[in-house]
T-cell receptor, first 113, second 112 residues
Framework: SQQGEEDPQALSIQEGENATMNCSYKTSINNLQWYRQNSGRGLVHLILIRSNEREKHSGRLRVTLDTSKKSSSLLITASRAADTASYFCATDAGRGAGNMLTFGGGTRLMVKP | GAVVSQHPSWVICKSGTSVKIECRSLDFQATTMFWYRQFPKQSLMLMATSNEGSKATYEQGVEKDKFLINHASLTLSTLTVTSAHPEDSSFYIC????????FGPGTRLTVT
């Protein structure tokens, strides 16, 4: 079952603008990860933030984590048309074997050139 | 490193037939592999956890007799969709775990 929700479900912006996606989850976690998926393709791992971290950067990506609110955000700055994809958060709650992940509902981002 | 492959990448089969999907970790050994299903415009839903040398653990609502999982070695897990029906048409994604999960490219199954 899904851990939580992502907001918004769909986002359409112009190239150059920033895109912010939010993810909420329900249980305590070890870490939270963000993935990108182009239509009909596999997942690309973007960034992992641990439960004791509050913010992490990677290139044009900025991820925040608020464990008190059980929420995370992904910010993509200076968006490009190539950023058009679906973005998913996934939580590792330490459940089961092998770092089991539970995915959020995803945000479909469209960046218009 | 940490490459996971899936085969086939897409498959079309007739209703009532069975289809086998392979998931391989190419450059590492994975004691645990996961199988997900993704319907169009939806998120990934975990179907089962596959452990090498033991029975798979299925998520609630997933029929173990319909979705047969075999994890025969540390680098190979297979998912067999038995007696496939059109509603089984979906994108099936596997992942292999080595400290973190590494995802395969997915298999598009279409049942006609």
């Amino acid at each position: 079952s899904q851990q939580g929700e992502e907001d918004p479900q769909a986002l359409s912006i112009q190239e150059g603008e920033n895109a912010t996606m939010n993810c909420s989850y329900k249980t305590s976690i070890n870490n939270l990860q963000w993935y990108r998926q182009n239509s009909g393709r596999g997942l690309v791992h973007l960034i992992l933030i641990r439960s004791n971290e509050r913010e992490k950067h990677s290139g044009r990506l900025r991820v925040t984590l608020d464990t008190s609110k059980k929420s995370s955000s992904l910010l993509i700055t200076a968006s490009r048309a190539a950023d058009t994809a679906s973005y998913f958060c996934a939580t590792d709650a330490g459940r089961g074997a092998g770092n089991m992940l539970t995915f959020g509902g995803g945000t479909r981002l469209m960046v218009k050139p | 490193g940490a490459v996971v492959s899936q085969h086939p990448s897409w498959v079309i089969c007739k209703s009532g037939t069975s289809v086998k999907i392979e998931c391989r970790s190419l450059d590492f050994q994975a004691t645990t592999m996961f199988w997900y299903r993704q319907f169009p415009k939806q998120s990934l839903m975990l179907m089962a956890t596959s452990n090498e040398g033991s029975k798979a653990t299925y998520e609630q609502g997933v029929e173990k007799d319909k979705f047969l999982i075999n994890h025969a070695s540390l680098t190979l897990s297979t998912l067999t969709v038995t007696s496939a029906h059109p509603e089984d048409s979906s994108f099936y994604i596997c992942s292999a775990s080595r400290q973190e999960q590494y995802f395969g490219p997915g298999t598009r199954l279409t049942v006609t």
